[in-house]
């Protein structure tokens, strides 16, 4: 079974300051990992995504995320955080399932971080 | 430019009286995902269409219907609300269901139950 923590509920940092938001995952091959974001009362928006090749990936707003296979992290980071980029952060991965019928190939979700980006 | 567009974006309904959300898309997309969201709570995946098949997740209460008419457009059928189907109602599109594929979101309906 796939499953993803994201294992702080909150994370709070001074504008300016590096942020990251943690995630760790768990399924029984390849991963294929996902970061969105949540605006208060609207829906996901995409950030980046992990398939394959390069550990390190770049994604929308400054946003990027370091996967490490050793450790099955996929953390997202950002060098210099801003007051807007407050929002609630939901790390996702996908399991392997091809068959379209089936529960297989579902995005399951972590519980989501709360970033606040003070002042 | 908007390319999941969900309507309305706030529905209050009366406990019992059936409501329908819509979900449209100008992505051409293969898959359509209608997931459940519950105050600040991961979402929880309902069920999913490619193209005409449609696809229910084994704990979705049977009180929720999806339609799709065709390509754009995908319902979202409560019959008979419960106060605990209060919730934020997130349609998704994925081009593929293959693992990689993005899923793109869009902004929710908000639905309160009295």
């Known amino acids: 079974a796939q499953s993803v923590a994201q294992p702080e509920d909150q994370v709070n940092v001074a504008e300016g300051n590096p942020l990251t938001v943690k995630c760790t995952y768990s399924?029984?091959?390849?991963?294929?990992l996902f970061w969105y974001v949540q605006y208060p009362n609207r829906g996901l928006q995409f950030l980046l995504k992990?398939?394959?090749?390069?550990?390190l990936v770049k994604g929308s707003y400054g946003f990027e995320a370091e996967f490490n296979k050793s450790q099955t992290s996929f953390h997202l980071k950002k060098p210099s955080a801003l007051v807007s980029d407050s929002a609630l952060y939901f790390c996702?991965?996908?399991?392997?399932?091809?068959?379209?019928?089936?529960?297989?190939?579902?995005?399951?979700f972590g519980r989501g971080t709360q970033l606040t980006v003070w002042p | 430019d908007a390319m999941v567009i969900q309507n309305p974006r706030y529905q209050v309904t009366q406990f019992g009286k059936p409501v329908t959300l819509s979900c449209s898309q100008t992505?051409?997309?293969?898959?359509m995902y209608w997931y459940q969201q519950k105050s600040s709570q991961a979402p929880k995946l309902l069920f999913h269409?490619?193209?005409?098949?449609?696809?229910n997740e084994a704990d979705t209460p049977d009180n929720f219907q999806s339609r799709r008419p065709n390509t754009s457009f995908c319902f979202l059928d409560i019959r008979s609300p419960g106060l605990g189907d209060a919730a934020m109602y997130l349609c998704?599109?994925?081009?593929?269901?293959?693992?990689?594929?993005?899923?793109?979101f869009g902004p929710g309906t908000r639905l309160l139950v009295l």
């Open positions: 996702a991965v996908r399991d392997l399932g091809l068959d379209r019928g089936s529960t297989l190939g579902r995005l399951y």
């Open positions: 998704a599109t994925s081009r593929e269901w293959a693992q990689g594929e993005t899923q793109y």
């Open positions: 992990y398939i394959t090749g390069d550990n």
């Open positions: 992505l051409n997309h293969n898959v």
């Open positions: 269409y490619y193209d005409k098949d449609f696809n």
């Open positions: 399924v029984s091959g390849n991963p294929y």
